[in-house]
């Protein structure tokens, strides 16, 4: 594919089919998105792969918790929740997924059911978890980098007919993702990526999400025209 046809043709992918992602596949994979730039080439981050057993324990304790009431202990800042414009967009895109889904907005049963699937990480073959040096914890540069590299994650993925889908929801519960996937105190945990091969058959998979336009977001100044 070209650039184009990667950037343009990407989706979340948020159903997979039950077939397993080849360990050299990703590496080749994580080996060409680790060329995103890196402030003064810093290059924080750090990935743990799992899939199998490990995986398999972090979607139950994580489903657990969160079904229990636990609170959230995600290890990055959250921020208020949206509003305005952004909270928009974020209902826009669920009545997307939800229409596409064919869940009524008063089944409660399945919406509830469509919310803990971020929490099983889709049911993706494998998880790619993203972390930092807790040295660097104070460096706002070092979540924009992490950034990027999940971002060239993705759209190397997709490059080779994997889906992915950049994924909060799954390391909600760090205590459970820091001791299934063994990663050590000094590692700060950011994100999570659920990755597969899609499931074509799966509707949200379908859902292209709008974007606002490039007049919305950029301003120019100084040119000619």
Not at 76 to 81: K, W
Not at 162 to 179: D, F, H, K, Y
Not at 203 to 209: D, I, K
Request: aromatic share 8%; proline share 6%; charged share 20%.
């Amino acid at each position: 594919m070209t650039y184009d046809e990667v950037v343009l043709g990407r989706r979340s992918i948020r159903g997979f089919l039950p077939k397993p992602v080849p360990r050299a596949l990703i590496e080749e994979i994580l080996a060409l998105a680790m060329r995103a730039p890196s402030s003064m080439n810093t290059q924080p981050w750090n990935f743990t792969i799992v899939s199998g057993a490990p995986l398999e324990a972090i979607r139950a304790g994580n489903s657990a918790r969160m079904l229990e009431g636990v609170p959230q202990s995600r290890e990055f800042r959250t921020g208020q929740p949206f509003a305005g414009i952004h909270r928009e967009r974020q209902i826009a895109v669920a009545k997307q997924l939800f229409a596409a889904m064919g869940i009524a907005r008063d089944d409660a049963e399945r919406r509830q059911d469509w919310v803990m699937r971020g929490f099983r990480q889709f049911g993706a073959p494998v998880c790619i978890i993203i972390t930092y040096d807790r040295t660097l914890a104070d460096s706002d540069d070092t979540a924009f980098d992490c950034g990027a590299v999940s971002n060239a994650i993705v759209n190397a993925a997709w490059s080779r007919g994997l889906g992915a889908v950049i994924n909060s929801q799954g390391i909600m519960q760090s205590p459970v993702v820091r001791e299934h996937a063994r990663i050590p105190d000094h590692q700060v945990i950011l994100k999570a990526i659920a990755l597969g091969w899609p499931d074509e058959e799966f509707p949200a998979n379908a859902v292209v999400s709008e974007r606002k336009p490039v007049a919305a977001a950029a301003t120019f100044l100084g040119f000619a025209d």
